[in-house]
Every structure is written in C-alpha cells, then in structure tokens.
C-alpha cells in the first residue's frame, strides 16, 4: 500500500480518535470530578460524613474500574445501542469510553484533593465559609495541578481504551490497524499507527506535565493567601450577630 493510499485512512482514523478520546474525555471529567469529590466530603472526618453513601459511591466507582474495557463494551451494548442507535463506529464508542472513564477519574480526583492542606479548610471553616465555599474556593484550586495530571492520566487511558474499542468495530487507529495491519497483513500501515499513537500521547503527556508545573510554580508563589483572603467579605452571621449587639 502506497503512501498515498494510507494518506486518507489515516486521516480519517486519527479524526475519529479524536473524536472519541474528546468527547469521552468530557464526559469523564464532568461526571468524575463530582463523584471524587463527594468521595472525600462523605468519607470519615469529611464536611458532609456519611459512612452509607461514602460506601455506596466507593463499591459503584470499584465495579466501574473492575470490569476489563472490553467486557464493558460488551455490557453495554443494549444501552449503547439505545442512546446511540448503533453498536458500531465511533459515535458508540464514546458510551461505553465515557462510561469507563468516569470511575477511573473519579478516584484520581478522589487522590488529587486529600493532598489538600486540611489547614486550610478549616481556615475556611472558621471564616464561615459553607461546604460549597469550601470545595470551590480551597479543595479545588488547591488540588488543580494533581487535577490536570489526574486529566493527563484519563486521556491517555481513554487513547489505549478507543485503540481496544476498535478491534470490535468503534472506528479510529485500533479499528485501523486490525483491519489494514493485521487482517491484510499491511504491516507498513500498522507500525504507523502505533507511531502516530506513541507521539500523540508523548505530546498529551508533555503538555499535560507542563501545564501542572506552571500550576504548581504559581501556587508556590502566591500561597494560600490570596485564596483566603476572597472568603474575608464573607464574615459568619455570629459576628454580624455581635456587631450589631
């Protein structure tokens, strides 16, 4: 097979990956970030202690991350085929990515925002802050660089999960590389998706590295101060209470 000939397929595979990896992407990182979070305001000693739904959020987030991503696609398919209307190309494939993706971020956000400084909630705390306070103004910004590694660690995942989801017919550079690379045996074309794989994940890791450095050397500079400083026009009702005694 001529470069030529490879030149569209490749383009087409690369777009749909993309497309997949996006979308699951989002779809992980919106529904993961809360349900880590609850984690840690639920577990023992957490603003909102709830020891049944810590449990119960935790053995979801286990089953989730326990089932190989293959089987999983499997699983899935009756509720793929419902939101999707197929079980086949890579629109389908997002389901079962997105799907997997959410418990696996969720116990890196989980991991991400216990390394938070417990100081500095209770500095909050004292301020008067609420639960929501909190979690915006000092678990989150505090846990913002762990959380772009966190993000750097699912998208790379989610690549290996989309490449595995084209052996069964999801599209991208895996459904490319088994039908051209083994089925028909260009090995040319294979060792090039595999190279075009290798790279962008060099790059996704690269930028993903370099964006929590940058978070990380800004935080060490400005400090916790700023941060609470925001919370000091929010005073507790008590002290509004005895200024006006």
């Keep these: ?133 909190t979690v915006r103004k000092v678990l989150v910004p505090e846990a913002l660089p762990s959380l772009i590694a966190s993000t750097t660690t699912t998208v790379i995942a989610l690549i290996g999960y989309s490449a595995m989801a084209g052996t069964v017919g999801g599209g991208g550079l895996g459904d490319l590389a088994v039908r051209y690379g083994y089925q028909r045996f260009e090995t040319g074309l294979m060792w090039i998706t595999v190279a075009i794989l290798a790279v962008v994940i060099s790059l996704i890791q690269f930028a993903g590295d370099f964006a929590a450095r940058a978070l990380h050397r800004r935080g060490a500079r400005s400090g916790p101060g700023p941060k609470l400083r925001l919370l000091k026009g929010e005073k507790p009702a008590s002290a509004e209470v005895g200024k006006a005694a």
């Excluded at 383009?11 to 779809?27: D, H, K, R, Y």
């Excluded at 197929?86 to 890196?108: D, H, K, N, Q, Y």
């Excluded at 989980?110 to 008067?128: C, N």
């Design 1 to 133: 097979m001529t470069w030529s000939e490879m030149q569209p397929l490749l383009e087409q595979a690369c777009t749909e990956t993309l497309i997949m990896v996006g979308w699951s992407t989002l779809i992980a990182v919106v529904g993961g970030l809360p349900l880590g979070i609850l984690l840690v305001l639920t577990d023992r000693g957490g603003l909102l202690q709830n020891t049944v739904v810590n449990k119960v959020i935790g053995q979801i987030v286990n089953i989730g991350r326990s089932l190989p991503f293959i089987i999983l696609m499997v699983a899935l398919m009756n509720f793929t085929r419902w939101v999707t209307g197929t079980t086949i190309g890579s629109e389908a494939a997002i389901v079962p990515l997105a799907i997997g993706g959410i418990p696996f971020f969720a116990r890196l956000v989980e991991t991400a925002v216990r390394e938070v400084d417990h100081g500095l909630v209770e500095a909050v705390q004292a301020m008067g802050g609420n639960t929501w306070t």
